[in-house]
């Protein structure tokens, strides 16, 4: 992580910038886009009306100190809302000024092609002059001037500018490792790279104008809940104009700030005022975990999938097959066969030859052999080896090796044929290995299960969340490391077209699925996915397929991207729920305070024993400014988010944010009371 993604929830710089902000979002055209809070604001308006008709000498609406203070409190209600979206915006805008620092105007060097063949002349032009397209190069200690893919050489870069990471990346021409990204370093080697996006529309671009919320759209969840406010506003609406003849029927004269106060009292003033900080910060919360989300909509998404597709290699296994054990021959000595593998394994620079080496113990330079030719793997012979002093060795696989010395006419053991069998049931590949055309042992090669990975597929299933592993192997190789990972489900030998078919089925059946990749051939799933999780290495293809990036490069991510998600949803659900419960106690606070002259028999329901109507109300309305503020840090931190049931979820919901919405403004509200009587 960076250290930006480590500040503190109130710095100083943040929240003066924040300040100023919520005076600037009073203006009427901003404060529309939120209904809840632009009738706050409306009344606050009118509240500031009845302060002006006071003073001109009206009687009947109470003193001016007393409408004075219900204006105040209420330009403070709308100051505290503002506040929240502001500072979850602050904290965006902090963090694209970090990324920006990284998109200084850098020197490219640019070649030309002509044909298929570069030219050597290298023209020195500013990166805002590159167009898609362009080519240019880079060498040790130049910053990769704008996002592109490795077409020729390989490199280390150190992308810690974006990932805040510092561990270098090997990236590579001709691979789904070839992507780089503008305001990164080229530590060592040669690389020419193809633009691939246009100057001011790069990934680091797109990633400024996100965090700064330039680009976000309310998400249809949060549209959703908007719209269910805007009822329960125009419900109170309705209710608090009706007061007005019962008023009068009773003889009650009801002054205009206590129609204002029960009326933003009555509407979910609190969800309403920090609706967009949650939603703000729920993007906020998946950068900081390095991850870019395109749209709230994708972070959103993430918290209701319900099947998760994710590759094996790298994902649920290591990444490199490592070789586990080897079985010699009858009648063929152990030390010989490990002398046959450590020699047709010397020019084999692939994991997996590295680790037989490793797994034999020996070094290879006590074998004395002179002349070696070393014949290297191709994916026609499906084999490699070694020609020295009249002896050949081949190492490979199973049929590649059975052929050769079918050719030769010497049979097959079937002790190694057992054995290979039973390698291939367990999961692992069997590279045999043979001696002048004789075979002498099988090696065992398995791919390494990551530590924990059994333990996160519980995790997401107590989610809810079905799990799909994607391997290119054979069902039975596939089957065994799907039951050993803890996976729900696995596609083995699997086409890019078996990915999409799949994804395409679970979507039929009504269900959200997300899908991780970084190669070319996976963007048609991608794109597909409801969420699609493309890695920052990736091709260009991939990372504009999905509607995610992840910049560690971490196919894991997934898991906590879903998290992510799921903590948004929930934030969301339980401030709503605390919102509408403390609504209850605001109503036995003002209610009772406006006919219990009139009518006595409502002091039943004056259950906190409030001083007076006036106490009352200003009691009520203080708490319903001063408790935005409290749970900003809850809105903008989240909900710690627990994998259990929806329903268990619901009943701790309603327990805790429901109950304690109720228990909570009774309490408040009579603390406040108690001070206010005091000045009145």
């Not at 104008?209 to 419900?235: C, D, H, M, W």
């Not at 790298?314 to 490592?322: D, L, P």
């Not at 924990?452 to 969340?465: D, H, N, P, Q, W």
């Not at 069902?475 to 990915?499: M, N």
Request: aromatic share 6%.
């Amino acid at each position: 992580m960076t250290n930006q993604n480590k500040k503190s929830l109130f710095e100083w710089p943040l929240v003066k910038e924040a300040i100023g902000q919520s005076f600037i979002k009073l203006n009427p055209k901003i404060q529309f886009r939120n209904p809840v809070m632009f009738t706050v604001e409306i009344g606050t308006i009118i509240m500031l009306a009845v302060c002006i008709w006071v003073l001109a000498g009206e009687q009947s609406q109470g003193s001016f100190a007393y409408n004075f203070i219900v204006f105040l409190v209420l330009f403070i209600t709308l100051l505290f809302a503002n506040f929240a979206e502001a500072l979850a915006e602050a904290r965006g805008k902090a963090q694209a000024a970090s990324l920006r620092k990284t998109r200084e105007e850098t020197p490219a060097k640019k070649v030309e092609l002509m044909g298929e063949i570069f030219m050597n002349e290298v023209h020195i032009v500013p990166s805002s002059a590159l167009r898609k397209g362009d080519y240019f190069i880079c060498d040790a200690g130049d910053i990769i001037p704008i996002d592109g893919e490795i077409v020729e050489g390989i490199a280390t870069i150190d992308e810690s500018a974006i990932t805040g990471e510092s561990a270098p990346v090997i990236r590579e021409a001709g691979g789904d490792k070839s992507s780089v990204t503008g305001g990164t370093k080229v530590l060592s080697g040669h690389i020419k790279v193809r633009v691939t996006t246009e100057a001011g529309e790069s990934f680091l671009d797109k990633m400024i104008a996100l965090v700064e919320g330039a680009s976000r759209q309310k998400t249809p969840n949060e549209i959703a809940l908007t719209i269910l406010l805007a009822g329960f506003t125009l419900v109170f609406v309705i209710v608090c104009v009706t007061l007005q003849p019962f008023a009068a029927y009773a003889k009650t004269p009801i002054p205009v700030a206590a129609y204002i106060s029960l009326f933003v009292c009555l509407i979910p003033t609190t969800i309403g005022g920090l609706l967009s900080a949650i939603g703000i910060s729920g993007m906020d919360r998946a950068l900081r975990a390095n991850v870019i989300a395109k749209s709230g909509k994708a972070v959103e998404t993430a918290g209701d999938l319900d099947t998760l597709l994710l590759d094996k290699t790298g994902t649920i296994t290591i990444g490199n097959r490592k070789a586990t054990h080897f079985y010699h021959a009858n009648g063929v000595d152990e030390k010989h066969l490990i002398r046959c593998v450590v020699l047709s394994s010397l020019a084999d620079e692939t994991p997996e030859g590295k680790s037989i080496i490793e797994l034999a113990g020996v070094n290879p330079s006590s074998y004395q052999i002179s002349n070696p030719r070393f014949i290297k793997f191709t994916a026609e012979t499906r084999s490699s080896g070694i020609d020295y002093d009249g002896i050949q060795i081949r190492k490979g696989a199973y049929d590649a090796i059975r052929n050769i010395v079918a050719k030769a006419g010497n049979d097959f053991p079937t002790e190694i044929k057992t054995e290979v069998d039973e390698i291939s049931s367990n999961g692992g590949t069997p590279l045999v290995v043979a001696e002048n055309n004789k075979v002498v042992g099988v090696v065992e090669l398995q791919d390494i299960i990551k530590t924990g990975i059994s333990e996160r597929f519980e995790r997401l299933r107590k989610m809810g969340v079905k799990t799909v592993m994607v391997t290119g192997d054979n069902p039975l190789t596939a089957k065994y490391i799907a039951e050993k990972a803890g996976v729900d489900d696995f596609i083995a030998e699997a086409k890019p077209e078996d990915k999409m078919a799949y994804i395409r089925k679970e979507q039929q059946n009504g269900k959200l699925v997300a899908m991780m990749g970084d190669g070319t051939n996976d963007a048609p799933a991608l794109a597909q996915a409801d969420v699609g999780v493309a890695m920052n290495s990736g091709t260009a293809a991939a990372k504009e397929a999905g509607n995610m990036v992840d910049l560690d490069n971490d196919p894991t991510k997934l898991i906590e991207i879903v998290e992510i998600g799921k903590q948004l949803l929930m934030t969301r659900g339980t401030l709503t729920t605390f919102s509408i419960a403390n609504d209850v106690a605001k109503y036995f606070a003002i209610v009772p305070a406006l006919f219990i002259v009139s009518i006595p028999a409502l002091r039943g329901l004056n259950i906190m024993n409030l001083h007076s109507p006036q106490s009352a109300i200003l009691s009520a309305v203080i708490f319903n400014a001063i408790v935005i503020p409290l749970l900003i840090p809850l809105a903008l931190r989240g909900i710690a988010y627990k994998p259990i049931g929806a329903s268990a979820l619901l009943r701790r919901n309603l327990f805790v944010y429901g109950l304690g919405g109720i228990i909570v403004p009774f309490i408040g509200i009579k603390l406040i009371d108690i001070i206010v009587s005091i000045f009145m």
